[in-house]
C-alpha cells in the first residue's frame, strides 16, 4: 500500500461514517447558515454595511462550523479502540492522520465552499467576488481542519477537552481569518489581493506538513 | 524471532503495577498472563505491543529494541485488546476489509466472507456491526487471526463473550498457530487448554 492508498482508504472509511451519520454533516452546515444570518439581524438591514461586512462574517461563521465537529475527530476511534488498531499498522500513523483529517475537511468544510455563493447573494455580493469568497475558503479552510486536528489530538481523552479545544485552536485560526477575509476585502477596494492568497496557500503546504504529523505524535501520547 | 523482555517495571498513575519482570518466547511457545483484576496484565500486553513505554526495563523482538523498529515490528505483530476495535456503523466485511488493508494485506471479498463464514457468520457479513452480539463482534474481531499472517499475537482476554463451539475453534487457531511456529501471548481468567506453555502471574 503506497502513500496514497493510505490517505484514500482512511479517508474513504471517515467519508462512508459520515454519509451513515448524516446529521453530523448537515449540522456543521446548518450551525454555518444560522451563524452567517444571525448577523444580520443584529447590525440591521442595510445592504451596503452587509455587503461590506459579509466576507468576514461568512470567515467566522466557516471558523466555528469546522471547530463544531472537531472534539469527534477522533474521539469515536479512540473510544472504540480503532484508533489503536490504527497506530499499530505497519503504514505511517501520519498519513493515516492526514486521511482522517482530509475527510473531516470534505465533510465541513467542502460544503461550507459550497454554499457560500447562495449566502453571498443573501448579502448583497457580486459575483466576482463571491468567487474570490469561494477561492479564499477553497484554500484556507483545509488550513482550519488541520490546525483544528492538532488541537483534537492534543485534547483527546481529556475531560472537557471541547472548550480546552476552542481555547486552543482559535487563536491559531486568526492568521487564517485575517488572510481569508482581507482577500475580498482588497478585491473590492481594487487592491492586489494575490498576496492574501499566497500566504494561505503557504499556510496551506505549512498545515500539511506539520499538522498530520504533530497530530500523530499527540495521538500517540494519548493512546499510551 | 523471538520476544524478549528484560527487568520490566510498570507504574499507572502514582501505582506501581509490576516490576523486574522478565521471560522470553520463542517460537512454537506461547506464554499465558494471569492475575487477579488490576494486577496489569493488559499493560503488561500494551507494553509487549509497543502501545505504552515501560517505566523501566527494555522488550525487544528479534533483538531489536522494539522503539527502535516500530514499523517492523508492527508488521510482525497481531494484537487484538479488550476493546472491539470495530466501527459499529460499518459491516464486519467493511471493518475488516479496511484492517487488512491498514495491515498491509490487502484481502479480497471472497477471503473475509469464507473467513467470516468460518466463524459462523455467514448472512451477517452486510449488517452494521452495531445490531451483532456481543459474542458475534468478538468473532468479527477474531476473524483477524485468519487474514493478518504473522508470527506474534498478543491477545487480550480473547475468549470473552464467546460460546463453547467459538472457544473451540479458538483454541484450535492458537494451537495451530504455535505449532506452525508463532509465537503467543495471551491473557485470560479461564484455564487455558493447551499444551504446556509459559504461565507468567503477575
Known sequence: MNLFSTIYCMARRDLTLALRHKTEILT???FFVIVVNLLPLGVGPDPKLLSKIAPGVVWIGALL???LGLPRLFAHDYQDGTLEQLSLSPRSFTLIVLGKIMAHWIV???PVVLITPLLGIQFNLSGPIIGVLMLTLVLGTPVLSLIGAIGAALTLGVRGGGVLLSLLIL???IPVLIFGAGAAEAYRAGLDMTGYLWLLAALDLLALFFAPWVSAIALK???E | MNLSVKDLSCQRGERLLFEHVSF?????????????NGAGKTSLLRLCAGLSSPLSGSISWGGVNIPDDLDGFHKDLLYLGHASGLKEELTPLENLTLMSQIDGQPATEDAILSVLSFWGLAGREDLPVRVLSAGQRRRVLLSRLLLKSCPLWILDEPFNAL??????TLYDLLNNHVSQGGLLLVTSHQPMEMAEGIVLSL
Open chain 1, 65 to 67: 462550523a469546522t471547530l
Open chain 2, 163 to 168: 460460546d463453547k463451539k467459538a472457544i473451540n
Open chain 1, 28 to 30: 456543521a452546515l446548518f
Open chain 1, 171 to 173: 487563536p491559531l485560526y
Open chain 2, 24 to 36: 522470553q518466547l520463542e517460537p512454537h511457545q506461547w506464554c499465558h498472563v494471569t492475575g487477579e
Open chain 1, 108 to 110: 465541513a468544510g467542502l
Open chain 1, 221 to 223: 501520547v494519548a493512546l
